[in-house]
Antibody, heavy 122, light 106 residues
Framework: EVQLVESGGGLVIPGGSLRLSCAASGFTFNNAWMSWVRQAPGKGLEWVGRIKSKTDGETGDYAAPVKGRFTISREDSKNTLYLQMNSLKTEDTGVYYC?????????????WGQGTKVTVSS | SYELTQPLSVSVALGQTASISCGGNNIERKNVHWYQQKPGQAPVLVLYTDYLRPSGIPERFSGSNSGNTATLTISRAQAGDEADYYCQVWDSSAYVFGTGTKVTVL
């Protein structure tokens, strides 16, 4: 079964750090370009960033609000994607989804995890 | 930064057709993807590259893209189509999502 399972969410104080993980199964993870998307409570979807496959350079692109604070990485041997979040702000609160960018579907996110909730509050 | 504007809400009678617009500067030059999100669930891809359907998505979902507006059309609307819908494009090394449209089936 094709699946993405996020973990690592929780409550953190402003200025703190948190690392999210996303475990992939059912597809060839090391070939996939992976993204993180978040959703603040009652709000719309917001793209956070993506990482290319190792063969494509394993480089990352980030949304302006998180650039310099968040880092996406991957560990292909463990089929796992990470999101390291530093200098967290209250506006980073939301559900964080891990997604696969499909080569077949021109980069559209065809697989989504169930999401992990992050709350930044004092 | 690039912006995508969608209507806040669209209502459609059961069995009728709903159209959801996604406005952006020269959006016709971009590949537009569409997602459906039901309450408490993760989004689901319903259209990619303007009008193409991923496997498993009914033919009732169709799309177009011209000028400054991309459109998702839902034909023969069903109660199960009630959800939030988001468009998405790639611009200047970042993905951008539309503001989202809540579709209500009456």
């Amino acid at each position: 079964e094709v699946q993405l399972v996020e973990s690592g969410g929780g409550l953190v104080i402003p200025g703190g750090s948190l690392r999210l993980s996303c475990a992939a199964s059912g597809f060839t993870f090391n070939n996939a370009w992976m993204s993180w998307v978040r959703q603040a409570p009652g709000k719309g979807l917001e793209w956070v960033g993506r990482i290319k496959s190792k063969t494509d350079g394993e480089t990352g692109d980030y949304a302006a609000p998180v650039k310099g604070r968040f880092t996406i990485s991957r560990e292909d041997s463990k089929n796992t994607l990470y999101l390291q979040m530093n200098s967290l702000k209250t506006e980073d609160t939301g559900v964080y989804y891990c997604t696969r960018g499909s080569g077949t579907y021109y980069g559209a996110s065809d697989i989504w995890g169930q999401g992990t909730k992050v709350t930044v509050s004092s | 930064s690039y912006e995508l504007t969608q209507p806040l809400s669209v209502s459609v009678a059961l069995g009728q057709t709903a159209s959801i617009s996604c406005g952006g500067n020269n959006i016709e030059r971009k590949n537009v993807h569409w997602y459906q999100q039901k309450p408490g669930q993760a989004p689901v891809l319903v259209l990619y590259t303007d009008y193409l359907r991923p496997s498993g998505i009914p033919e009732r979902f169709s799309g177009s893209n011209s000028g400054n507006t991309a459109t998702l059309t839902i034909s023969r609307a069903q109660a199960g189509d009630e959800a939030d819908y988001y468009c998405q494009v790639w611009d200047s090394s970042a993905y951008v999502f539309g503001t989202g449209t809540k579709v209500t089936v009456l």
